[in-house]
């Protein structure tokens, strides 16, 4: 039954873009009188006028370029996790020092990370030294018994990053250390403020 259900929603694809497009085709025939009012020098093009050149110049590059893009973010996500399972788990001594190191994908931290008033860090999360980490590190936190302050590392991993921006006071700078705003980051991914991330 599950080839039968594949090609059952192929079937439903196809019959989607056809009757999309067959609509696209029938509003352009009909209402030829309506398009020849837009401006000639107008550069906006609506998809019914020309369906073909709708699907061939806009949507399918910007599908095959999020394809793409997608493929290349699972690359990075499979070859982190991978590393952090050969790597770090397979070799700690302890299920407490399986997470106490990883590596990550930095993404940046922005306002929606931006805790209630009335807690620190409560609108200034660029200027600040907090970053979201993933439940992993708490995890590490409560098996350790680690006393407050949490402070985490971050460094570039040589020869994986981009060429780092040297920091304008301080251009040897290979690492900083930062406090937690949460613990609320998916597994492997680490969002920092933009300072730190260069």
């Not at 107008?42 to 394809?67: A, E, V």
């Not at 590392?153 to 921006?165: D, K, L, W």
Request: glycine letters at 4%; one cysteine or more.
């Amino acid at each position: 039954t599950k080839p039968k259900k594949n090609r059952m929603r192929h079937l439903l694809l196809l019959t989607i873009l056809l009757t999309i497009t067959i609509l696209t085709t029938n509003a352009s025939t009909t209402n030829t009188n309506s398009n020849n009012n837009i401006q000639q020098h107008s550069t906006y093009r609506h998809p019914t006028q020309h369906p073909t050149s709708f699907l061939h110049d806009g949507l399918l590059p910007s599908l095959r370029t999020k394809w793409s893009n997608a493929q290349k973010l699972a690359a990075l996500e499979q070859a982190v996790e991978d590393y952090n399972a050969m790597e770090i788990v397979a070799t700690a001594p302890n299920a407490a020092a399986a997470v106490s190191y990883r590596r990550l994908i930095v993404m940046p931290l922005d306002e929606g990370f931006d805790p209630p008033s009335g807690v620190f860090s409560h609108g200034h999360v660029q200027m600040g030294d907090k970053m979201s980490l993933p439940k992993e590190f708490w995890a590490a936190i409560q098996r350790n018994n680690a006393e407050v302050p949490w402070l985490f590392e971050v460094s570039r991993v040589n020869g994986i990053t981009t060429p780092r921006v040297p920091h304008p006071t301080d251009p040897s700078l290979q690492s900083c250390v930062g406090g937690a705003i949460d613990f609320r980051s998916p597994s492997n991914y680490v969002f920092l403020p933009h300072w730190m991330m260069h």
